[in-house]
């Protein structure tokens, strides 16, 4: 079993302590049977697969697998959301995006085959499901060109703006239905998609309120008025922290003094592994101080009195929490599926100003239903490949999708894994016609209970942490707190960089610029970049990826790149990254392997070539990040 996210708690009294005991055998008893999901649910089993000597292996089930071809493709899929999850009373306007696609999946046949923009003009109205009110009525240019009856690697992103008035509603916790019809110039065929959007009261100046750009999956947070943040609007805001232990930490008498150093390493976030009622001082001592907080609910998450207690009580009028953490791991311990989901529904109606996170730790397990839009906002991945044996288990088994559980699921055992199972949940979310959700990353900072030998090396920390940037998370917090010294450091000196300027408005930024029919899409980021190591072929450990910024009137700016070497031998040879613009200058390299350097005085020497960024030399785990000056010709 993975026992690794099991901590201590504020100690019980011993009739306590004998009660929970007598508690816990008998919830053992019913979750080893018809409380799990799966199949041999007597079995002991870990993301579905029995894991102990002495069982036979057997499919696991619930895996997402590619779906069949619709044989009347090409097909136009439409999706509709809100730019940002909820808007304020104290605002004007709001944004909708609808999402076009051409699929072999999902949506109604797009059988546009004609060369002229007319008969490419999809035509919508998007209007309130009680009223048939209309909200926006638009048109958008399909993309048909793709004639292979395959997916189209990155969707049309059209952003249209509205008159919040236009609701026709007073500001309330209860969601908005809004539903787009669709046709062609023709007529036929149409379509119908829905979305809902919350317009909420204000909160009052000491209460923080977060919003997710459902574009870029990007958080933007606004503070209480009591923390020491400068700001009392919305700001970009990339949480990087740790999971925070009570004993050793949270527990010690000179708590808010382990905190401050916490801070002072360059952590911007929290995961407290304790609750109010057991550490107000702490948590009043984290909002003085702008230490942002993702508030656990995990150990109880399935009693609904706890859970509202919780936000009642705290949560919800707080300053610095920034997101719920609802539960860990529902799909290793095999949870039935409507237990994130009832949380998640109480916690959206008594708090709709924070938004719902939850870790999944199995790589291809009911991955659907443990992720669904109504089980949480936020999908964080635990993926803990250093020091394990990713073949055979301390249970005596072998490793395979079918049984067994070495420390990761699935995993080869290398840095590779983190980048390789965000890709996977974003996969799976196309294959399943979902709008991606955003991700977070839990990077490994432990070792221990005879699955993990060794903690990460620092090179080990930095590479991990920017491979899963460079896949799209949008926030780290990492297991577990008290680290040591130097997981620490190497944590808090990346933070340092990620969580300021000029990186963090890179990577969160708010990309959008004016074009025919609405706003659209700027290129934003992260976008795979093309790497070629001269005169060495087959070299893939090296990951890079591009984010620019855009200003309201379509001109490029800037651009970050991050680049790392995923592997554990120097390459001693130039480094290309194929970049889509040939004008530009190196302004900065805020992140040289851990040191903040010119662009010729660090541990690398960074030139442009053309449309090329070129590396004289990359280490063994080097990590890099670039800054770019776009010129406007």
């Known amino acids: 079993m993975v026992w690794h996210k099991f901590f201590s708690a504020p100690p019980l009294s011993v009739g306590a302590a004998a009660a929970i005991a007598r508690l816990l055998a008998i919830v053992g ?24 000597a002495g069982y036979p292996a057997f499919d696991p089930g619930g895996q ?28 004007t306007e709001a944004e909708l995006i609808v999402r076009s696609e051409i699929s072999p999946y999902h949506g109604t046949p ?30 958008i240019i399909v993309n048909n060109n793709n004639n292979n009856n395959t997916s189209t690697d990155d969707p049309q992103i059209n952003i249209f703006s509205f008159p919040l008035s236009r609701l026709g509603k007073s500001p309330s916790l209860k969601p908005i239905d809004l539903v787009l019809y669709g046709a062609p110039e023709g007529g036929h065929p149409t379509w119908t998609t829905t979305t809902s959007i919350l317009y909420l009261p204000d909160r009052g100046p000491k209460n923080g309120v977060t919003k997710i750009d459902n574009l870029s999956g990007s958080l933007f947070f606004r503070p209480g008025g009591n923390s020491n943040s400068s700001t009392t609007t919305f700001e970009p805001f990339f949480p990087y922290g740790f999971f925070a232990s009570y004993d050793g930490f949270l527990g010690r008498n000179d708590s808010t003094s382990q905190i401050q150093r916490y801070h002072d390493l360059g952590f911007n976030a929290m995961t407290p592994l304790t609750n109010y009622s057991d550490s107000s001082a702490n948590f009043e001592y984290m909002d003085d101080i702008d230490l942002r907080i993702m508030y656990n609910l995990r150990e109880n998450y399935k009693n609904l009195d706890y859970v509202r207690e919780q936000v009642e009580s705290y949560v919800r009028d707080s300053e610095g929490v920034f997101a719920y953490w609802s539960t860990d791991e529902p799909d290793g311990w095999q949870d039935p599926f409507h237990f994130p989901v009832k949380t998640y529904d109480l916690l959206h109606a008594l708090d709709p100003y924070h938004p719902v996170a939850l870790v999944l ?84 900072s432990f070792h221990g209970q005879d699955y993990w030998l060794r903690d990460p090396s620092i090179g080990e920390t930095h590479a991990m942490a920017l491979l899963a940037v460079n896949h799209g998370a949008k926030g780290l917090i990492s297991w577990v707190w008290p680290a040591s010294a130097t997981l620490g450091r190497a944590h808090g000196d990346l933070a340092g960089i990620v969580t300021r ?16 029919g609405g706003l659209v899409e700027g290129d934003g980021g992260p976008f795979a970049a ?20 855009t200003d309201t009137h379509g001109q490029k700016r800037n651009m970050l790149v991050s680049v790392v070497n995923g592997g554990y031998a120097d390459i001693n040879s130039p480094v290309e990254i194929k970049l889509p613009f040939n004008e530009a200058v190196i302004e900065s390299v805020p992140w040289d392997n851990g040191n903040n350097m010119t662009p010729t005085g660090g541990t690398v020497e960074w030139k442009l070539e053309g449309s090329k960024l070129m590396a004289s030399r990359l280490p063994a785990l080097g990590t890099f990040l670039v800054t770019l000056d776009l010129l406007v010709v």
């Open 29 to 52: 008893t019913a979750r080893g049977q018809e409380d799990q999901t799966g199949n041999h649910p007597d079995w002991p089993r870990w993301c579905g697969k029995v894991y102990e």
């Open 64 to 91: 997402t697998v590619e779906p069949a071809r619709n044989p009347n493709a090409p097909l136009l899929h439409i999706q509709l959301k809100p730019r940002y999850n909820l808007y304020l009373s104290s605002e």
């Open 110 to 139: 797009w059988n546009s085959s004609s060369t002229s923009d007319r008969s490419n003009w999809f035509i919508f109205t998007i209007n309130l499901v009680d009223t048939d009110d209309v909200v926006i009525s638009n048109k």
């Open 361 to 444: 730790n199995c790589q291809n397990y009911y991955f659907s239903n443990y992720s669904s839009s109504s089980s949480s906002d936020i999908i964080m991945s635990d993926v803990y490949p250093i020091g394990i044996n990713a073949t055979f288990s301390k249970w005596n088994t072998s490793c395979t999708p079918n049984l067994g559980d070495c420390g990761c699921d699935n995993c080869a055992g290398n840095l590779q894994d983190v980048p390789n199972r965000l890709d996977t949940f974003r996969q799976y979310e196309k294959w399943l016609g979902l709008w991606p959700k955003p991700k977070m990353h839990n990077p490994q």
């Open 501 to 516: 300027e000029p990186v963090l408005g890179l990577l969160l930024g708010r990309y959008e610029t004016r074009g025919a």
């Open 530 to 549: 093309e790497v070629q190591v001269i005169g060495h072929k087959g070299i893939e450990v090296v990951d890079a990826a591009f984010w620019v910024r």
